[in-house]
């Protein structure tokens, strides 16, 4: 059975996506680092009918990501769709002028860092097949610097040019590298459907692979 492993799940945006995967006949592999909601999540999830387990891990401990992704791998079967999503402490959310080096080296590792770790965790298997999708979802400083959003507005553009560049050095390969930008809270933008509608645009970056970034709308017309 082919497995998306969702990093950063929770009960919003993770759950729409696991729905939408799980309707296509994917397992669901929940990661988070609260062991007790990510439980709770998955055992929703499978009172559903779909086939669902959490892994608590956190994405500032690499060796605990990758277990995660590995012990996933192997109760549900082989990762063919990483989406990572991990929500930025509000620490990011410093002020520019109160952005330590320490903080900055925080936020770097949680996106940066934590996705390499994660991509490599899972890659070796979609580079086997020649198949499988990494989609990163991030907000509207992956592609325009707030002065009061700064360890976000450091971090998120270092994520985004690993994903960019995945996206071209894995495009020959069949391997779908793509990024979901989302300029503000979902609850907040006028969509018809509103979460639901996100996750029906991440499965198709899956589903038809395209351009490395994609906003789900207009950068000015968010509120991030």
Do not use: C
């Amino acid at each position: 059975m082919a497995t998306i492993a969702i990093v950063g799940a929770g009960p919003g945006l993770g759950a729409a996506v696991a729905r939408r995967f799980g309707r296509e006949g994917h397992a669901i592999a929940l990661i988070a680092r609260d062991a007790a909601r990510l439980e709770d999540l998955a055992a929703q999830l499978r009172s559903e009918g779909f086939e669902a387990r959490g892994y608590a891990a956190s994405v500032l401990d690499p060796q605990a990501l990758e277990d995660a992704l590995a012990r996933a791998s192997a109760d549900l079967g082989t990762i063919s769709v990483l989406q990572y999503s991990p929500l930025p402490a509000r620490t990011y959310l410093h002020p520019v002028l109160d952005l330590t080096p320490e903080l900055a080296s925080e936020a770097l590792r949680f996106s940066a860092i934590g996705l390499i770790h994660a991509v490599r965790a899972v890659l070796p298997a979609m580079r086997e097949t020649r198949s499988g999708s990494i989609i990163l979802v991030n907000g509207g400083t992956s592609v325009q610097a707030r002065a009061g959003f700064s360890a976000t507005s450091v971090a998120f553009p270092a994520e985004s040019a690993y994903g960019e560049m995945l996206h071209e050095a894995l495009a020959e390969e069949g391997i779908g590298v793509s990024q979901l930008v989302i300029p503000g809270a979902i609850p907040k933008l006028d969509l018809e459907r509103g979460i639901d509608d996100v996750a029906d645009r991440i499965w198709d970056l899956h589903a038809t692979p395209g351009e490395f970034r994609t906003m789900l709308i207009p950068l000015e017309d968010g509120r991030e």
